[in-house]
């Protein structure tokens, strides 16, 4: 359970205005579209609309299609979409500009970089993953372990101190998300990145809850292949494409089974026989939805101007603060710690359990703290450092106290599940 607070400072208000005040990314919160009335928690699920997305889609629509029409995938850019944005997250995760490529869904890119790892580690059989691990990147793998036939499979460990030592001689490639989608903890991608090779094995990381939120340096820790979505701390919105990366030192010999005509070398020659692209574009498949990839260009870029440095140091003060904020202000009202207690071990969220989880969030919710629930009975709430501020950890701590201590979350209607969580 959550202990009290030890330390002799009270933290208030008064004091979290302070650092919102001091804060060098305070004014790219106006870059947002956020309700006044509602205090954001869950970036780690959808970001929020930057105004520019607004315009954008309005340009998309009106004069590159409207008036542009088809004339608009050569004069408007739109074909070199999937490229730009690449290497624009490229910049974000340490890989080079070739290297990244924004295309399909997270879902679809583990797909293809499964089936490109597993072709090229021909005599060995197992993908490698943890139990913990996001539900589709387990899925995705046992659907590329079933079509490669009865000897192949889907080895699952219990716990990130097994992950070593299951790296054996018949893993084919290790399937790791950077940092945990319910407790936020985040692995040692160069580790595990030399362990696995160590042992001849390639690695693949989701880095959904990663990109635009901790450092993370592909090339530098020599990883393989990596996937992650637009959607969460990237702020490209909820029909935003996803990202895929592949080492330059692989590419030419990464066979990726989905492959449409956008991964041709020559789409525009319509030959019927495929040709792989050279380097990262053969990831890609069918045609780029043009107006999904120029409204997350507005998310991405906010990214950049803010720089990473700068938003995982504000991203470990908000949540180091929310901690100590819960055990000074909530201590015995139920709520267990999930997850890292060390912030450079921590992602950009903070998650605690409750038997009443669900009812407890949409409680939240319905105060306008919007977080969000996984199961079993976690309560997620996501920092984009971007746009989240210190006084919102003040005030979600102090909604979610008195939602404890007067169980309101107790009504009935408070355990009604949403399709959505
Ligand atoms: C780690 C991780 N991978 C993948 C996804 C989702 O993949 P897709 O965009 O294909 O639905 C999520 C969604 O939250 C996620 O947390």
Redesign the pocket.
């Given at each position: 359970m959550l202990s009290a607070r030890t330390s002799a400072t009270r933290l208030d208000l008064a004091a979290l205005a302070a650092l919102d005040a001091a804060d060098p990314l305070a004014p790219l919160r106006g870059a947002f579209h956020l309700p006044d009335d509602v205090v954001y928690l869950d970036g780690n699920?959808l970001g929020a609309l930057p105004k520019r997305a607004e315009q954008i889609a309005s340009r998309v629509l009106r004069q590159e299609w409207g008036d542009g029409l088809v004339r608009s995938w050569n004069d408007a850019g739109w074909h070199r979409l999937p490229w730009r944005l690449g290497a624009k997250i490229a910049r974000l995760v340490g890989a080079g500009e070739d290297e990244v490529i924004v295309t399909d869904?997270?879902?679809?890119n583990l797909y293809k970089v499964l089936q490109a790892a597993l072709s090229l580690r021909p005599g060995r059989r197992s993908i490698v993953s943890e139990r913990e691990n996001?539900p589709?990147?387990l899925y995705i793998a046992e659907g590329a372990a079933r079509v490669r036939g009865e000897r192949h499979r889907l080895r699952l460990v219990d716990s990130p101190a097994h992950i070593e030592g299951a790296i054996d001689e018949d893993c084919a490639v290790l399937l790791l998300?950077h940092v945990n989608?319910r407790d936020g903890n985040m692995l040692d991608m160069a580790a595990l990145t030399e362990r696995a090779h160590r042992k001849g094995a390639l690695v693949a990381w989701?880095l959904?809850?990663s990109a635009g939120a901790v450092p993370v340096e592909l090339v530098a820790c020599e990883a393989d292949f990596a996937v992650g979505?637009c959607y969460k701390y990237l702020n490209g919105g909820p029909v935003a494409p996803?990202f895929v990366f592949a080492a330059r030192r692989l590419q030419e010999r990464s066979e990726q089974p989905l492959s449409g005509w956008w991964g041709h070398a020559t789409p525009f020659d319509f030959s019927p026989t495929f040709r792989a692209a050279d380097g990262i574009a053969r990831f890609l498949c069918g045609t780029p939805p043009v107006l999904s990839m120029a409204v997350a260009e507005a998310g991405i870029d906010l990214v950049l101007e803010a720089t990473i440095p700068r938003l995982r140091a504000k991203s470990i003060q908000l949540t180091e603060l929310f901690i100590e904020l819960l055990a000074q202000e909530c201590a015995g009202l139920g709520l267990e710690p999930v997850g890292p207690r060390d912030p450079q071990r921590r992602g950009s969220q903070v998650s605690v359990r409750h038997p009443g989880g669900y009812a407890i969030m949409r409680a939240l919710i319905d105060r306008g703290v919007i977080g969000d629930y996984r199961e079993p009975g976690i309560l997620r709430f996501g920092f984009a450092p971007l746009y989240s501020r210190y006084i919102d950890a003040w005030n979600a701590v102090a909604v979610l106290k008195d939602v404890l201590q007067t169980r309101a979350w107790e009504q009935p209607h408070y355990r009604e599940r949403h399709a959505v969580t």
């Open positions: 699920s869904s997270t879902s679809a996001f589709t990147d998300t989608y989701d959904s809850h979505c996803a």
